[in-house]
């Protein structure tokens, strides 16, 4: 298949547009869930047909992982994944590689415990800095064999085919993806296993919700206890055809493409059909360019770099709270998302504490401000810095083949829309 436009590239310059972005654009299939459609389906025997799915490097790592453990995962077309599973997972010959996809590296790290042998989980020199210690606790209190390389990957797991029984806490603080880890492993324990919250923190609660929803599609028992706790049966995974909901995450940059521009952008699907937390940024987004003096982003993460972008054209500067876990994503985002603002004006983004503020400058539309933004390898700052773009003349977006994590067909979308990109 032909690479999609822009990901070969060193730097694109965006052109800014002189008037309304309108059009209609399918965003991709969902990451999130994509990437625990494919997990429980290896998970379950027999075939599961996954349809909308997400295509993208994220879920090419987690696909590769499930192939190397014995499970045959086909792809018919550019949204179908058919898995087909003996509902057991091998030994791989080698160790599993997940680049920087968090979603697969949390998720199989619990997962590969159920493998009858040793199974090494690592990423790259990114996922290397992205703290996995509290899983990997939380393992251990099972009675599971589990090391990691003080509190990041690579995880050494000797499993032995189940996942213990009883209870097991978990501290998703830093991040959510532990809490799903074990939720999905935990139908295969020798008995009914609650996973309980410690601390008062979770990164996005909607992701949970995200899991529940998944495990429950592939015939899990879960029962949601009190606020931080819940019980899962024994149940192991049935295979079952799953249609997956586009990525709202992505949604997020149609959705402020089409606030900055005045434009008017189907996605062909409501805002109220998704379920992931980001569909709570449209609402905000739909504010602008008044948008509230506080956003609270602990609920809808991975919209922050995009809402900021927007933030610097608003009437009024913005603080954004609630967003300390946005430094151990791809890349330490509340910095680069004030770093990089501040290289287009300074003083557009500073850091105060875990908090990021962006001080607005609406006369920044129609400004040429030559700027080289530096993107992290982190997709999400190439997506949210190109929208200054669209407005600013002289951005350039570096490395933007980064957007192949989670959205290879991005550049192409915004040539689409009838945007201009000078290489
Ligand atoms: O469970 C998931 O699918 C995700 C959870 C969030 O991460 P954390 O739980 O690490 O905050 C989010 O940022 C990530 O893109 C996807
Ligand atoms: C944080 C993200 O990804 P992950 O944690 O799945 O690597 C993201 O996609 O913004």
Redesign the pocket.
């Known amino acids: 298949m032909a690479t999609a436009f822009g990901l070969d590239k060193q730097a694109l310059t965006i052109i800014p547009v002189s008037g309304p972005l309108n059009g209609r654009v399918t965003p991709p299939g969902s990451?999130?869930?994509t990437?625990?459609a494919l997990l429980l389906a290896a998970l379950a025997k027999g075939t599961s047909r996954l349809t909308g799915a997400l295509k993208s490097l994220d879920t090419k790592l987690m696909a590769g992982a499930l192939r190397a453990m014995g499970v045959t995962v086909d792809e018919p077309d550019d949204t179908t994944f058919i898995v087909t599973s003996s509902g057991r997972l091998n030994p791989p010959a080698e160790p599993l590689f997940l680049g920087n996809a968090?979603?697969a590296m949390?998720f199989l790290s619990a997962a590969v415990t159920l493998v009858d042998g040793a199974v090494v989980v690592d990423g790259d020199a990114h996922m290397r800095k992205r703290p996995i210690g509290p899983l990997v606790e939380a393992l251990r209190s099972l009675g599971i064999d589990a090391t990691d390389a003080n509190g990041y990957p690579p995880v050494t797991v000797q499993g032995n085919g189940t996942f213990g029984s009883g209870r097991v806490e978990i501290d998703?603080g830093?991040?959510?993806?532990?809490?799903?880890a074990l939720l999905m492993a935990a139908a295969f324990g020798n008995g009914p296993i609650e996973v309980a919250l410690t601390g008062s923190e979770i990164?996005?609660r909607g992701?949970?919700d995200?899991?529940i929803a998944a495990m429950r599609a592939f015939g899990a028992e879960v029962e949601q206890l009190d606020a931080a706790s819940w019980r899962v049966q024994s149940t192991g995974y049935t295979a079952t055809d799953f249609v997956i909901e586009p990525d709202a995450?992505a949604a997020t940059y149609l959705w402020a493409a089409e606030a900055l521009t005045g434009g008017n952008i189907d996605l062909g699907v409501p805002s109220d059909a998704f379920t992931q937390?980001d569909a709570k940024a449209r609402e905000v987004i739909a504010m602008f360019p008044n948008l509230p003096a506080v956003i609270d982003g602990s609920q809808m993460?991975?919209a922050i770099p995009t809402i900021a972008v927007l933030a610097a054209f608003n009437n009024t500067p913005v603080r954004f709270v609630g967003i300390a876990?946005l430094r151990?994503?791809e890349c330490d985002r509340v910095n680069a998302v004030a770093t990089e603002l501040s290289r287009i004006r300074p003083g557009l983004g500073t850091e105060e504490g875990d908090d990021l503020i962006v001080a607005s400058d609406p006369s920044l539309a129609g400004q040429t401000l030559p700027t080289r933004i530096e993107t992290y390898a982190d997709h999400r700052i190439a997506m949210s810095f190109a929208l200054a773009g669209l407005k600013i003349h002289g951005i350039t977006i570096l490395d933007p083949g980064c957007v192949a994590k989670t959205y290879p067909a991005y550049w192409e979308m915004m040539q689409g829309l009838g945007v201009k990109l000078v290489d």
């Open positions: 990451k999130s869930i990437n625990r968090g979603t949390r998703g830093l991040s959510s993806q532990y809490v799903s990164g996005a992701y949970v995200l899991t995450s937390p993460q991975d876990n151990v994503k």
